[in-house]
């Protein structure tokens, strides 16, 4: 028997004995109350109530993590292979459910979740970020399928997007794409920085940055690391938006902007210490200049149109310079 439990059966054996209870908890040093309850247990159940129960609450009403959270950040951990803040991002977004972070720790301690799967990079870049909104933009193309192309802005400083979807790369489609930037984001666009894409070199296309003073920096070839922060971002649509959306609706270009609106507005970014883009951009608007200050700024006579083909693109560099 169970040196506790022969303990207590002293104290029932003593009182049964004695039929005084003052007597018996002096003797045994317990309280009344604790004497009662024991002796209840034992005319109840007889020996087996004398052993210890579990004080454990059988429901948990404040509990943050049922069965069914779990089951949901195992899921998102096992399938998509997400880190903490970024299923935090899509407990909200899928199901409305807000946890801490310090909670879903908890919850993938408790499943033993193996350790993310991350991709090893051959070569280590210095990552940057400009101090102002709207100082560089980063536009790419993504292709979601035959027919469906994505058109991607990215502000460098604060990650504040703009996305439009089109049905091919031409330049009439980039030119309604730069009058969305223009209009949606919040601040103004002193340059924008693409690849070398044939979409971006027509003579409309880059007329039309000048006519918005805007300075157009396309990227060296083979450098895809320059236009990296438009480039992970689309990784982001393809995990997040494009994993659950019907790319056969006649819906996807409202939920496109729905899924933009979020994450400008409420996914927290890792980069930005969880802050979401439009947090950031608040934080400098003060120091955010306006239109006018920008195309006070810019100077036309510095500005050219630009060769898609890189190395004719810098001979006629150097050769405007000589002049």
């Not at 666009?189 to 894409?197: E, Y």
């Not at 689309?234 to 994450?263: G, I, K, M, P, R």
């Amino acid at each position: 028997m169970n040196k506790e439990i022969h303990k207590r059966l002293q104290w029932i054996q003593l009182f049964e004995k004695t039929q005084d209870a003052g007597l018996t908890c002096r003797r045994c040093g317990i309280s009344r109350p604790t004497l009662r309850k024991w002796l209840n247990r034992y005319n109840e159940f007889g020996v087996d109530g004398l052993i210890e129960q579990s004080r454990k609450p059988k429901n948990s009403p404040k509990k943050k993590a049922d069965d069914i959270v779990v089951n949901l950040i195992e899921n998102l951990r096992t399938t998509r292979n997400l880190g903490a803040r970024r299923i935090q991002s899509e407990l909200i977004r899928l199901h409305s459910i807000k946890l801490s972070l310090a909670t879903i720790h908890k919850v993938l301690h408790s499943i033993q979740a193996k350790p993310l799967i991350k991709p090893k990079r051959e070569k280590k870049y210095k990552r940057y970020n400009r101090p102002i909104p709207g100082d560089r933009v980063q536009i790419d193309v993504m292709k979601i399928k035959n027919g469906l192309y994505q058109y991607t802005a990215v502000d460098d400083c604060t990650r504040y997007r703009v996305l439009g979807l089109f049905k091919r790369k031409t330049a009439a489609n980039t030119l309604h794409f730069l009058e969305q930037v223009i209009e949606e984001m919040p601040f103004p666009i002193q340059r924008i920085q693409t690849d070398r894409g044939r979409e971006f070199f027509a003579y409309s296309v880059q007329q039309f940055m000048m006519d918005y003073s805007i300075k157009f920096r396309p990227i060296k070839p083979g450098s895809p690391h320059l236009n990296g922060k438009v480039e992970r971002s689309q990784l982001t649509d393809l995990q997040e938006f494009y994993s659950y959306a019907n790319l056969d609706s006649h819906n996807l270009s409202d939920e496109l902007a729905y899924w933009q609106h979020y994450y400008n507005w409420e996914r927290p970014h890792g980069s930005l210490n969880g802050k979401s883009p439009i947090d950031k951009y608040f934080e400098l608007s003060n120091i955010t200049p306006y239109w006018d200050d920008v195309c006070d700024a810019y100077d036309p006579d510095k500005e050219r149109i630009k060769d898609q083909n890189y190395n004719l693109d810098l001979q006629l560099e150097r050769l405007k310079r000589s002049m």
